[in-house]
């Protein structure tokens, strides 16, 4: 393994910025191919339940969270219908999500003030939609692009930055910073979609336990490849 590191680092150091672009965009292609139909998997009705399901996926899967919130989803429709909600009423009702406690917090507090503040309405911009409690770049990405088409950024959740740190575009394991890399060789119109292919890559190839190399149609483009040729393709 630590041939491969350095390996994997030699090849890293050596890509220009330039052919690190070519070779993000073939990715995108293959994946395109591989999972056409990649999309979020949550579950909502309206732009709140979209927030609430987003705040409920940290640190749970999205089927988990698909199955606790079908009752919640057919009582409680907007932001002030979870507005009125006692803290201790809500966390029995997303224990199952896990940090259940924070989690309903958040959630009752951005009730609040979408209420108060937005007249009910979910926030179009980064900017606002940043003041809500429970709300980072990755929640904030991820809502606005689907409620909205908005797309100021690239959501970046455990799977996206595993993933690009294995391809060698992230440097780092800072979210934010992750983002900003992305956002340099990524074209704007593939931010949105690079996501969930990104996710769907590595919920069925990519995973965190084991990789699937020998079946990935990536192998010959990504420099952590477990049956990777010893010479980089550039």
């Known amino acids: 393994?630590?041939?491969?590191?350095?390996?994997?680092?030699?090849?890293?150091?050596?890509?220009?910025?330039?052919?690190?672009?070519?070779?993000?965009?073939?990715?995108?292609?293959?994946?395109?191919?591989?999972?056409?139909?990649?999309?979020?998997?949550?579950?909502?009705?309206?732009?709140?339940?979209?927030?609430?399901?987003?705040?409920?996926?940290?640190?749970?899967?999205?089927?988990?969270v698909n199955e606790v919130t079908i009752p919640i989803f057919k009582k409680y429709k907007k932001a002030s219908d979870f507005a009125k909600l006692s803290g201790s009423q809500l966390e029995k009702m997303v224990r199952q999500t896990g940090f259940y406690?924070?989690?309903?917090?958040?959630?009752?507090?951005a009730a609040k003030k979408i209420d108060k503040e937005f007249g009910g309405e979910l926030p179009h911009t980064m900017d606002e939609i940043l003041t809500?409690?429970?709300?980072?770049?990755?929640?904030?990405?991820?809502?606005?692009?689907?409620a909205y088409g908005v797309v100021e950024g690239i959501a970046v959740d455990t799977h996206v930055a595993r993933i690009n740190q294995r391809w060698g575009f992230a440097t780092t394991d800072n979210p934010v910073k992750i983002e900003r890399e992305l956002m340099k060789l990524i074209p704007k119109k593939d931010w949105f979609k690079s996501t969930y292919l990104t996710i769907e890559h590595g919920r069925e190839t990519c995973t965190a336990q084991r990789r699937k190399c020998n079946e990935c149609p990536l192998k010959s483009l990504c420099p952590s490849s477990l049956v990777q040729i010893k010479k980089p393709l550039h």
């Open 132 to 146: 809500i409690p429970g709300v980072a770049r990755k929640t904030a990405n991820v809502v606005l692009g689907n």
């Open 1 to 64: 393994m630590h041939k491969f590191r350095s390996y994997t680092k030699s090849w890293i150091r050596r890509e220009s910025q330039a052919k690190k672009r070519v070779r993000a965009s073939k990715i995108l292609s293959l994946l395109k191919k591989k999972y056409p139909k990649a999309n979020m998997m949550l579950n909502y009705s309206t732009h709140f339940q979209l927030l609430m399901a987003v705040i409920l996926s940290a640190q749970c899967t999205d089927k988990k």
């Open 101 to 109: 406690r924070n989690k309903a917090k958040n959630i009752i507090a």
